[in-house]
Every structure is written in C-alpha cells, then in structure tokens.
C-alpha cells in the first residue's frame, strides 16, 4: 500500500481559506484534516469542510454529460458523451453569436462556488470575453460594503486579522463570526483571555452573539443610525481622538456638526430599538478601550442602504484613533491586500468594446426579458447554484422554464438549477484539479494540488472552456495554457506594482515546496497608523467626492431599508415582520445541503419568531407555518423563542428547493431591488408576514 499526503486548500466562499492536509492511499483519498502548520488554519477545519471526503465520494456525484429529456425542471437526464454535449453547446453558441441578436445573447452565470483563482476566474473570463457575451456583475454577496468601505478608506486593504489578538474591545457587526470566519474567531478568543470584551450587534441571536460577552438586538437595515449616533456620543463626551482627526481625516466638522444635530441618542434610539441607556454604555465602552476592534460582515450590508452603512461604521476608528494601534479599527476584508495578476488571467482587453453588463443579482429580470438589450438565449452557469440562491425565485424559476432558453449547467452535483438545463457536465472538486488561492478573511497564498484523479469523466472548469475554446475555433495561444502556466501568470507583478509589492518573491515553486507562504507585509501590519489612506486626499474621507459622485451624500448619514414599517406602514400593514434569511451553519449558502450527516442537523426549514409575534398569530413552537409576502411563500417549522428581535423573523437558508416540502426556499420573498451602493442584494430587507398552516 502506498500511502501520500498531498497539501490541498478548502475552495469555499469563505474568509478562512483553510490549507488542508489530504492523505491518498492507493489513489483514494482516505483522510483530510486542517494543515497544522498553516499559521490561520492551525490545524483546525469548521464541521462542514471536514465531512468534504462525504461530498467527494458522494454516490450522487456527477459523473457524465447529461441531456434533458423531460420537461424543464422535471430533472430527467440521459447521459451522452463528452462529444455530443461539447457539439450542442459550441453549435448553438455560434448560432445565437451569427443571429441579429449576436453574442451577447449569451449569459455566464457564476460565483464563487471554488474560489481558486484559476478555476473560478480565469479562462472563464477569457472564453467570455472573447466570445462577446454579455457581462456578469457579480454583485450577490460583498459589493455594497466593498464600495461603501472604498469611500472612506480608499481601500479595504485595511487590516492584518492575526493583529486582532491585540485588540481589547471587538465589536461582530452583522457577522456571525464564530460560524462565518472560526479561525477569527479563535484569534478573538485568545484576545478575550488577554482582557477584551466581545459585543454582538444583530438582530439574531446567532451563535456568535450567543458566545459574546453582550448582545445588542438592533432593528435591520438601522446600522449605519447607530453608527451616527455612537459618533455623537464620542463627540459630546469628549472621546475622540482630536490629534488623529486634525492630521488624518477630511470632513471632521460638517460629520460633527451633522450628528450632534441630527443623531441624538434619544433618535437613534427610536430608528434602531436598541435602548438609549445601551447605545450611551456601548459608546463610552468603545471610547474608552483601545484598541477597539469591529469585525463588519455582511448581514448590515444586505439592505437597501448597506452601502453606506458599511462606509459610515467604518468612520469609526478614524474618531477614536484605533487606526493606530495593530488589531484596532474596521475590518471588511483582506482580498486588496493581494496583488495577483487577474487582468492577465482574464484578459479584459479582450471585451469588445459597448458590451452590456448584466447584475447577476437580476438573473430573473434578465431571463423574463426586463433589462435593455437582446434577450438571454443562452445562459452558461457554472461555480454557482441560481435557481437556490438568487433573490425573486419564482420568477428566477420562470426564466429558467423558458422553452427558447439554452442553460448548460456545470455542477458537481444535480442540484436545482442543474433541473432546468439542457446540459449538464460533470465538474471536479477541488481535490481532483489544480488551482492558486488567495483570501479574503488572511494574508496567505498557497497551492491547491490534485490528490486524486476525477471520479468517472468529471472536468475542471478550464479544461471544458479549453474543449469549447477549441471548438469555436479560438486564438490556441490564449486557451491552450496549462493551469500551472497560469498559476505563473497570476503570480507576475500586476502592474503598478512594484519589485517590492506584497506578491514579489512569491513563486509556484516555493508555493509547492513551502506551503503556505505569508505576503510581504510586516507582523502586526497597521496601514493607517500613521494616515496614509489610499482615498484621492489620501485622508479617512468623512466628506466624499466620490460619494457625491455616485449621487450620494458626500457625508455619511442613514439610508432606511426599503422595506421597514418605520418608513413604509403601508407595506407594513400587510407584511409587519422584518426577515433575515442567513444560511445554517452547517450550509455554505446552497453547498453542502445534499450531504446527508449535515442536512441531518438542520433537519428542514425552520422559521424563529418572538413570542409576542407568535402569540396574536396563533403560532406555536413546532408548528407548521407558512411565510408569505406579494412575491411568493415557503413553508417553515416554527421556532418560537426570544432569539429574534420581536418584530424580527429567522429563517436560515439556503436550502436547495428539492429537499424543502413545498419545492421552494425562502429566496422566494426576497427581492431583487438592488444595495445604495455596488449594485449589491438586499436579501435581508424583507418585510413578510407568518401564519398557521390550517
Ligand atoms: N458556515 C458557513 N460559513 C459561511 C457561509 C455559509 O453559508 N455557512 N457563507 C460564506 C459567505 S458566502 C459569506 S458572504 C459570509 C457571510 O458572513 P456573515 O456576514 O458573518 O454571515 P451572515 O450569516 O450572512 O450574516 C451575519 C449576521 O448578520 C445579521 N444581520 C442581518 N441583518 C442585519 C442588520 O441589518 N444589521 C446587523 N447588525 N446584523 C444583521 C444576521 O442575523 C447574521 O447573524 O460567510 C461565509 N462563511
Ligand atoms: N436568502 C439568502 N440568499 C442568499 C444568501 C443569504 O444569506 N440569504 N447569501 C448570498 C451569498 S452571500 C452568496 S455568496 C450567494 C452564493 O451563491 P452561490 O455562489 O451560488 O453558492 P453555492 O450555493 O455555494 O453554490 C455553488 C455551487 O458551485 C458548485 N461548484 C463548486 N466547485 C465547483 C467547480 O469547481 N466547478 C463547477 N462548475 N461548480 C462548482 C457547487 O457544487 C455549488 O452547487 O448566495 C446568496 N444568496
Ligand atoms: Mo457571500
């Protein structure tokens, strides 16, 4: 028996990025732990991730090409050959690209079901982009944070997470952290053994804010009143960091004048529920405690004005100084932080100029024919599952019925989108194809290294756009590139920058022969210790042009949800309750559900709700209930507990519709009305109503 170990990485749509160590015996994988000696990882992986040889070796892998032979949606398949289904697809690819319509009648539909850099972005792009299809704006998850935290940082390069050991104060906002990023979490617990306090801000009694020191239930969608209001505490006590704001920061006193005026705790109180006595001991406790650390995720930014929610919160740390000390000030995300080479691996240059972009968070409007511009003939979806995790989904599922609609779906898995193709192939996971990863939760780069062969004729995602790239008859220099010459690629200084940049020195080689190799930042890495913002006046931007710009205000303020009973009563006379739908812990977003040991845990979906909104509706614990608003509804166990804000529902996602009772998920009462900023989902502004089931 010839036993090995090979390093490998978790691909998932997570911070953590985890290294793992996968022992292949005999060409099985037989065992797959945490690599002990990556820095972030230590040794450790998350419940899901460690039942990942479950999801490999699963009996319902996808194994073969599939063409449909039912009606769509039915999901009956025949299997055909590599051959046939490369045919069909380059067959009608050309048709629709020689037809009045021409290439952009063509939709990729993608997110980030691996994040490797080569199997999630690189001769996807390309094949696209030289094709002429339309854009996708991948905007489903972190666009409106990321272009709310540009506007007062310049960047979200912003924070070395092993730094938050240091920090005596950490605030979660909006983020469940103990589930979403662990290994994080680990390092907040070791600072809470040093002293720090752990404060939870959510509406959810999430695990985290179980595991926290102090939970503060807020309003959804309120979070950036909040953030006003704490500033104008901070001012009037006299807790602010005069000598930073003077050196640092633009727009220090229109921000004071506006929230002394407009922010009083007393209103912000009233725009956010939380008590004013909590809102004036959380702003003397964070004044008082350096440093202060806020972990912001994604939860705040899923509302209507998510954007400027993330923009205003991460003004924060300018006012008390907490940019100086390491492991203090606002923390969004790492992934600036690298310099990979994507314009290199997705080759932009090859856009023919005026193509479209379509938001992929509007697939239903563009599958129904709403959006300007020829309509979607084809639609190509691979490392994503849209007819689960899409917002409108009734009508996502409409689109998806269209008779005159070509879908090819690649997927390791049948899941519910791949129900509506007329092509499905048979893709690799990650333990079966090369790939390179960055992060956007560390400051690690490391190699992904197949362990095993591909089960049956499964394919990676570059070689099917190889096969198809060679079909259409497209440029061999720019396809005919092994995954290793574009690992090397990727690693070449992206321009701009520098023999010194965060990348240099950082080979495939010394990848492959190290491990897990560090970018070049120092310990402890503080970028704006000293000022140094990456913003036009290089200053923390409380007064924006680029905010102004967008048609925003140049200062930070509050932008209600579109959905509140404060600021819609009408809307709220027929759907009074506000619906948070994170997914389950033991899911990543639609990934994992088809696991039988983890769907076991979360058993079906279930609905929590406050007492006092249980109660005059007649709902019980344990009782069959139906969520419903004007877009559709789903069907939940009801859970009824104090978890929730009253006013507030749970129900944790994202279930895949064929393994829910009623054959949908809660995506069908989300909208598709898009974030203030970065055209983002706001998922979580939803205002829906709970009845019995008779
Ligand atoms: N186990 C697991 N880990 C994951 C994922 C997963 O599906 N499962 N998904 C990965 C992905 S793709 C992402 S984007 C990240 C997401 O990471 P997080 O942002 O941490 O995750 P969420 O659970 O979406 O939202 C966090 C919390 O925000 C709260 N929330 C909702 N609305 C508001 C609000 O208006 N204000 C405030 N203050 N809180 C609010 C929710 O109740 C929830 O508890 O996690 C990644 N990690
Ligand atoms: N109601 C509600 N909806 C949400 C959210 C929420 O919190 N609430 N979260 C939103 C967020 S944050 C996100 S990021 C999106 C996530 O939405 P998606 O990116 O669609 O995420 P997943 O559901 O994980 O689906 C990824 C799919 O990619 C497949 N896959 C994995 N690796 C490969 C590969 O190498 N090749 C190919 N071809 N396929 C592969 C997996 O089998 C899986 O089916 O969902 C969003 N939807
Ligand atoms: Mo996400």
């Known amino acids: 028996m010839t036993a090995r170990t090979v390093r490998c990485v978790c691909p998932h749509d997570c911070p953590d990025t985890c290294g793992m160590v996968v022992t292949v015996e005999d060409g099985q994988a037989v065992r797959l732990r945490g690599d002990p000696d990556h820095p972030f990882t230590r040794g450790f992986l998350c419940m899901k991730v460690t039942r990942y040889l479950e999801r490999v070796y699963h009996p319902e892998r996808l194994l073969h090409p599939l063409h449909r032979v039912g009606r769509k949606g039915e999901g009956r398949f025949e299997r055909i050959s590599w051959d046939e289904a490369l045919d069909a697809i380059a067959r009608r690819f050309r048709e629709i690209a020689a037809s009045a319509y021409g290439p952009q009648a063509i939709l990729p539909y993608s997110y980030a079901g691996t994040m490797g850099k080569l199997q999630g972005s690189s001769l996807d792009r390309r094949f696209f982009h030289r094709l002429g299809a339309s854009l996708l704006d991948r905007t489903i998850c972190a666009t409106a944070g990321s272009v709310g935290c540009d506007i007062t940082l310049g960047t979200r390069a912003a924070l070395d997470p092993e730094a938050v050991v240091h920090a005596r104060y950490v605030i979660n906002w909006g983020s469940n952290t103990r589930v979403t990023n662990m290994h994080l979490w680990a390092i907040m617990h070791q600072a809470r053994k040093r002293g720090a306090k752990l404060v939870a801000i959510d509406p959810y009694r999430s695990i985290t804010a179980r595991a926290s020191d102090w939970w503060i239930p807020i309003r959804p969608g309120t979070d950036a009143a909040l953030a006003l209001g704490l500033m104008h505490i901070l001012w009037r006590d006299g807790l602010t960091d005069e000598d930073f704001l003077n050196r640092y920061c633009l727009g220090t006193e229109p921000l004071r004048q506006r929230v002394m005026s407009e922010y009083p705790p007393r209103r912000v109180a009233q725009i956010t529920g939380i008590p004013e006595s909590d809102i004036e001991k959380l702003a003397a406790e964070y004044g008082r405690t350096r440093p202060a650390l806020i972990r912001l995720n994604y939860g705040l930014q899923r509302h209507a004005g998510g954007g400027?929610?993330?923009?205003?919160?991460?003004?924060?740390?300018?006012?008390?100084?907490?940019w100086r000390y390491p492991g203090g000030g606002a923390f969004l995300s790492t992934s600036k932080l690298y310099g990979f080479n994507s314009a290199a691996l997705e080759r932009p240059d090859l856009i023919p100029p005026g193509t479209r972009t379509i938001n992929m968070v509007q697939l239903a409007e563009a599958l129904l024919g709403e959006l300007p511009g020829p309509p979607v003939l084809a639609l190509y979806v691979y490392n994503s599952n849209p007819a689960a995790v899409c917002p409108d989904q009734a009508r996502v599922l409409a689109g998806l019925r269209r008779e005159d609609l070509f879908t090819v779906v690649h997927e390791q898995f049948l899941t519910d989108t791949c129900d509506y193709a007329d092509?499905?192939?048979?893709?690799?996971?990650?333990?079966?194809?090369?790939?390179?990863?960055?992060?956007?939760?560390?400051?690690?780069?490391?190699?992904?290294?197949?362990?095993?062969?591909?089960?049956?004729?499964?394919k990676s995602n570059n070689e099917v756009f190889r096969l198809l790239a060679r079909r259409l008859g497209f440029e061999p220099e720019l396809f005919e590139v092994s995954d290793e010459e574009l690992a090397r690629q990727a690693l070449q200084p992206a321009q701009g920058q520098g023999a010194d940049g965060p990348m240099s020195g950082i080979t495939l080689e010394r990848l492959k022969k190290e491990g897990p190799i560090r970018l070049n930042y120092p310990p402890d890495y503080a970028p704006f210790a000293r000022g140094n913002f990456s913003t036009p006046s290089g200053k923390c931007e409380f007064y924006s042009e680029t905010a102004a710009k967008l048609g925003l205000d140049p200062l930070p303020t509050y932008i209600p949800p579109a959905e509140d009973p404060q600021t819609r009563p009408e809307l709220a006379r027929h759907y009074p309750l506000q619906m948070v739908s994170p997914p389950h812990p033991s899911f990543l977003n639609s990934t994992f559900v088809n696991v039988a040991s983890l769907r076991a845990i979360e058993k079906e979906p279930s609905v929590e709700i406050h007492p006092?909104?249980?109660?005059p509706r007649g709902i019980a614990s344990g009782q069959l209930v139906e969520v419903f608003n004007d877009r559709g509804r789903f069907r939940a166990r009801a859970v009824v507990a104090e978890s929730v804000k009253p006013g507030v529902v749970v129900s944790q996602g994202i279930w895949w519709n064929k393994y829910t009772s009623d054959g949908v998920n809660c995506n069908v009462t989300t909208s598709t009305r898009l974030t203030d900023l970065g055209g983002g989902a706001t998922f979580f502004d939803n205002l829906v109503d709970v009845r019995p089931v008779e």
């Not at 400027?308 to 907490?322: E, N, Q």
């Not at 006092?612 to 109660?615: E, F, M, N, R, S």
């Open 308 to 322: 400027m929610a993330v923009r205003t919160i991460t003004c924060l740390p300018a006012l008390t100084g907490d």
């Open 423 to 458: 092509i499905v192939l048979p893709a690799t996971t990650q333990l079966e194809h090369f790939d390179i990863h960055g992060s956007y939760g560390h400051l690690f780069v490391q190699v992904n290294e197949p362990a095993i062969a591909p089960p049956g004729e499964a």
């Open 612 to 615: 006092t909104d249980a109660g």
